[in-house]
C-alpha cells in the first residue's frame, strides 16, 4: 500500500513556472514507478510525466517536453514535478500516481495508488 499526498500547487501567470512534489509513504517506495496525471474541467485525466523506479527513464507527454521535468528522491520518498514556461492550458488539478509496472506508463489503468490532486491555475 502506497499513500500519495501532492504538494506545491498554486495560481501562476502565463510563461511562470510552479514544482508539485508528491510524498509517499508505505514501505518500498523505491520499487515503485511513479507518474503525473492532470484533469482539466470537462476533460478526460491524462497523462503528463512518468519516471521509472531508479529515475532511468521518464516519459513525457508531447505538449510538456522540454518544458516540465519529472525527478524522484528515493532517500526521501518524493517524486517532483518542475513545471516551466506555464500555458493557460496546462491548468488542471494534477494527480499524483504510483504502480509496480514497468511498462505503459502513459495508461492510467497501470496506475494502483493515486494522490488527492493538488490545482494548478495559470493566468493569460
Known amino acids: 500500500q502506497v499513500q500519495l499526498v501532492e504538494s506545491g500547487g498554486g495560481l501562476v501567470q502565463a510563461g511562470g513556472s510552479l514544482r508539485l512534489s508528491c510524498a509517499a509513504a508505505g514501505r518500498t517506495f523505491s520499487s515503485y514507478s511513479m507518474g503525473w496525471f492532470r484533469q482539466a474541467p470537462g476533460k478526460e485525466r491524462e497523462f503528463v510525466a512518468a519516471?521509472?523506479?531508479?529515475?532511468?527513464?521518464?516519459y513525457y507527454q508531447d505538449s510538456v517536453k522540454d518544458r516540465f521535468t519529472i525527478s524522484r528522491d528515493n532517500a526521501k520518498n518524493k517524486v517532483y514535478l518542475q513545471m516551466n514556461s506555464l500555458k493557460p492550458e496546462d491548468a488542471a488539478v494534477y494527480y499524483c500516481?504510483?504502480?509496480?509496472?514497468?511498462?505503459?506508463?502513459?495508461?492510467?489503468?497501470?496506475?494502483?495508488?493515486w494522490g488527492q490532486g493538488n490545482q494548478v491555475t495559470v493566468s493569460s
Open positions: 519516471i521509472g523506479w531508479n529515475g532511468g527513464t521518464t
Open positions: 500516481a504510483a504502480t509496480r509496472s514497468l511498462s505503459q506508463l502513459s495508461a492510467r489503468y497501470v496506475f494502483d495508488y
